[in-house]
């Protein structure tokens, strides 16, 4: 900045010459004008208007001039930088429109696409089946169990009381996994007579010999899973299905526990006013044995003897078969190492398709297996 002088002259000061002033102004307005962004609208703020700008130094020279000259120099200087701010903060505006009318349509989102090409999964209703039957018994207080569905024969038979040559090994039609090239086990146990000594297990009641031996009474636990059957596939029978099953061992359990658990069983996902009735049978690891019934949910017995009022879902028999129960053979707590004299127990087990089947009027178990979505669909999408 120049030193005061009392006969300096603003006309004489390059800076602030009239002419010298407007070209600022005007060459600020031209760079605003060409700025094409804000970013470059900015860079141009700075030069013209920061305080290294040539109208801020003008503005500062002022100081330097007499007194007499101050105002009209100061007049000149504050309109054009005035012209100035007011062309920046036009173009500001202006540039910011834009941008924004850009975001607008750079991000736009087209709302009448189909929001997802990939309809979200669900699982399957079996699943979901048999979760809400284990969660009857979780609320209860029972402890979820698990098996491996390649099971050692001892499991699947021998611990419960189905002897070697025991027809009632037969019952069940057994895939047995063929030994290893070597003649061992696929266990890597020896095999005199060629045989693995593993099974695919054909139902989830092996799980009461591992429940037993993994705990001490007393046990309470629920045992959903997958089993094998050489069964063809048809509308009421598939190779591979599902059940579940229930075991109970303590101190002074008796049928009636067992009854009383199947009641509350049936009521909870059938409704209130659903019982149980039990038929005699026979399984090796059960002793007395029994075949369980419900009552048909749909014509709650009425449809008996009613050929006017038929009823589908029971073939108007008024009951449903469910599967099978009894309480725990001795045997079998013994071979699991629990004192039969001090502890007893009750189990059942039964099938979560035909659950399904009856539960919700499905004709044909292959439709269970097909994995066509056209069947799971009105299942909902339960996840
Ligand atoms: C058993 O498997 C016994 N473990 C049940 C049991 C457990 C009895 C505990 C006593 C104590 P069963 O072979 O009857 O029993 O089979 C039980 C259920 O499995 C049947 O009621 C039926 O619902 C279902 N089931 C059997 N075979 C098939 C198949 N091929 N396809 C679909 N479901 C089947």
Same mark, same amino acid.
């Given at each position: 900045?120049?030193?005061?002088?009392?006969?300096?002259?603003?006309?004489?000061?390059?800076?602030?010459?009239?002419?010298?002033?407007?070209?600022?102004?005007?060459?600020?307005?031209? +760079?605003? !004008? *060409? /700025? @094409?962004? %804000?970013?470059?609208?900015?860079? $141009?703020? =700075?030069?013209?208007?920061?305080?290294?700008?040539?109208?801020?130094?003008?503005?500062?020279?002022?100081?330097?001039?007499?007194?007499? +000259?101050? !105002? *009209? /120099? @100061?007049? %000149?200087?504050?309109?054009?930088? $005035?012209? =100035?701010?007011?062309?920046?903060?036009?173009?500001?505006?202006?540039?910011?429109?834009?941008?924004?009318?850009?975001?607008?349509?750079?991000?736009?989102?087209?709302?009448?696409?189909?929001?997802?090409?990939?309809? $979200?999964?669900?699982?399957?209703?079996?699943?979901?089946?048999?979760?809400?039957?284990?969660?009857?018994?979780?609320?209860?207080?029972?402890?979820?169990?698990?098996?491996?569905?390649?099971?050692?024969?001892?499991?699947?038979?021998?611990?419960?009381?189905?002897?070697?040559?025991?027809?009632?090994?037969?019952?069940?039609?057994?895939?047995?996994?063929?030994?290893?090239?070597?003649?061992?086990?696929?266990?890597?146990?020896?095999?005199?007579?060629?045989?693995?000594?593993?099974?695919?297990?054909?139902?989830?009641?092996?799980?009461?010999?591992?429940?037993?031996?993994?705990?001490?009474?007393?046990?309470?636990?629920?045992?959903?899973?997958?089993?094998?059957?050489?069964?063809?596939?048809?509308?009421?029978?598939?190779?591979?299905?599902?059940?579940?099953?229930?075991?109970?061992?303590?101190?002074?359990?008796?049928?009636?526990?067992?009854?009383?658990?199947?009641?509350?069983?049936?009521?909870?996902?059938?409704?209130?006013?659903?019982?149980?009735?039990?038929?005699?049978?026979?399984?090796?690891?059960?002793?007395?044995?029994?075949?369980?019934?419900?009552?048909?949910?749909?014509?709650?017995?009425?449809?008996?003897?009613?050929?006017?009022?038929?009823?589908?879902?029971?073939?108007?028999?008024?009951?449903?078969?469910?599967?099978?129960?009894?309480?725990?053979?001795?045997?079998?707590?013994?071979?699991?190492?629990?004192?039969?004299?001090?502890?007893?127990?009750?189990?059942?087990?039964?099938?979560?398709?035909?659950?399904?089947?009856?539960?919700?009027?499905?004709?044909?178990?292959?439709?269970?297996?097909?994995?066509?979505?056209?069947?799971?669909?009105?299942?909902?999408?339960?996840?």
């Amino acid at each position: 900045m120049s030193a005061p002088n009392k006969s300096y002259d603003p006309v004489e000061v390059e800076a602030l010459k009239p002419e010298e002033i407007e070209r600022l102004r005007d060459e600020a307005l031209a +760079a605003f !004008a *060409a /700025a @094409g962004d %804000l970013d470059a609208l900015q860079e $141009a703020k =700075v030069a013209h208007t920061g305080g290294a700008s040539p109208l801020a130094l003008a503005n500062r020279e002022i100081g330097a001039l007499p007194p007499h +000259a101050k !105002a *009209a /120099a @100061g007049k %000149l200087v504050g309109q054009a930088r $005035a012209a =100035v701010g007011k062309a920046l903060a036009g173009r500001q505006a202006e540039l910011e429109a834009e941008r924004d009318a850009r975001v607008l349509v750079e991000e736009a989102v087209d709302v009448t696409l189909p929001y997802d090409r990939v309809p $979200a999964g669900a699982r399957h209703p079996l699943t979901t089946m048999m979760e809400r039957v284990a969660d009857v018994f979780v609320s209860m207080g029972y402890e979820i169990a698990e098996g491996p569905e390649v099971e050692a024969e001892w499991f699947n038979f021998d611990a419960l009381n189905f002897g070697p040559d025991h027809p009632a090994r037969q019952m069940q039609d057994t895939f047995f996994v063929r030994p290893a090239e070597d003649g061992r086990g696929a266990g890597g146990a020896e095999s005199a007579d060629g045989e693995s000594g593993v099974v695919l297990r054909t139902h989830t009641s092996p799980v009461q010999a591992r429940a037993l031996l993994d705990r001490r009474p007393p046990v309470y636990v629920v045992c959903p899973g997958r089993v094998y059957r050489t069964d063809e596939l048809d509308a009421t029978h598939t190779p591979v299905f599902h059940q579940i099953e229930l075991l109970a061992v303590d101190e002074g359990l008796t049928m009636a526990d067992l009854k009383g658990t199947l009641d509350h069983m049936v009521r909870s996902l059938f409704g209130a006013g659903m019982k149980t009735r039990l038929r005699p049978n026979f399984f090796p690891f059960t002793e007395p044995s029994a075949e369980m019934d419900m009552l048909c949910y749909v014509c709650r017995g009425e449809s008996v003897g009613r050929p006017d009022r038929p009823c589908r879902t029971c073939s108007s028999e008024g009951w449903i078969e469910l599967g099978g129960c009894g309480m725990v053979n001795p045997r079998v707590l013994t071979a699991c190492g629990v004192d039969p004299e001090k502890y007893s127990g009750f189990a059942f087990g039964f099938g979560i398709e035909r659950m399904l089947m009856f539960r919700h009027n499905v004709e044909d178990m292959r439709d269970m297996v097909e994995g066509d979505v056209r069947f799971t669909r009105p299942f909902g999408m339960e996840i």
